[in-house]
């Protein structure tokens, strides 16, 4: 029972700081994407076991290697969500036949888009493909498992609900979590897949 606690403890002081660490990079707004992406890189190296606590030292350190790297898949996924977001909106109160059709299909491209950036950052620290190829590989390994990625679907909305309901500790672990449920997620994914290199799949 101790182990267990000390355990937790351990992994909400991780999830605490590495949260702290992206809210400081974030701030200029326009670093979110490497700062999240510096932030998965992080939180691979806790999960894979490499690195014992979050260093901010590291942090920076992808930080800046991934500064220019992260930012066509980051402003793909930011674009692509934007123009489902808007198109959803406009399509809200349409009453006709066509329109209810559109807004379904809409909503399942968005569903389909869901499990493709969930798994993004993961696969692309990985695999450093092209930021079109990342989504459609992150997608394959989304439909690969579909009861991991709705677990992971699941703990997302119980992150969002931790938000709404206990602002405070919801914002001081909401992007960490994140980035815990989605690389644990994947890691799993990926390694019941036949061996394979970066090189072999580029």
């Not at 999960?47 to 220019?68: A, Y």
């Not at 399509?91 to 909503?107: F, K």
């Amino acid at each position: 029972m101790r182990r267990a606690l000390m355990f937790i403890m351990e992994w909400l002081w991780r999830l605490l700081y590495l949260n702290a660490i992206w809210l400081l990079f974030s701030l200029p707004i326009i670093t979110i994407i490497p700062a999240t992406a510096a932030m998965f890189a992080v939180m691979d190296k806790l999960v894979k076991e490499d690195q014992d606590e979050p260093d901010f030292k590291v942090f920076f350190r992808e930080f800046k290697r991934l500064f220019l790297k992260s930012y066509p898949l980051g402003l793909s996924i930011v674009i692509i969500g934007g123009l489902l977001v808007l198109d959803l909106f406009i399509l809200r109160n349409a009453m006709s036949g066509i329109s209810e059709i559109i807004r379904v299909a809409l909503l399942a491209v968005s569903l389909l888009f869901l499990i493709a950036i969930s798994y993004s950052f993961p696969v692309f620290l990985r695999y450093e493909f092209p930021w079109l190829k990342t989504l459609f590989f992150s997608f394959m390994l989304g439909v690969r498992k579909p009861f991991i990625t709705l677990l992971m679907l699941c703990g997302f909305l119980l992150i969002l609900l931790l938000v709404l309901f206990v602002t405070g500790i919801g914002i001081l672990l909401f992007m960490s979590l994140i980035a815990l449920i989605s690389t644990v997620s994947a890691h799993y994914i990926i390694n019941t897949l036949p061996k394979l290199s970066s090189e072999g799949v580029a």
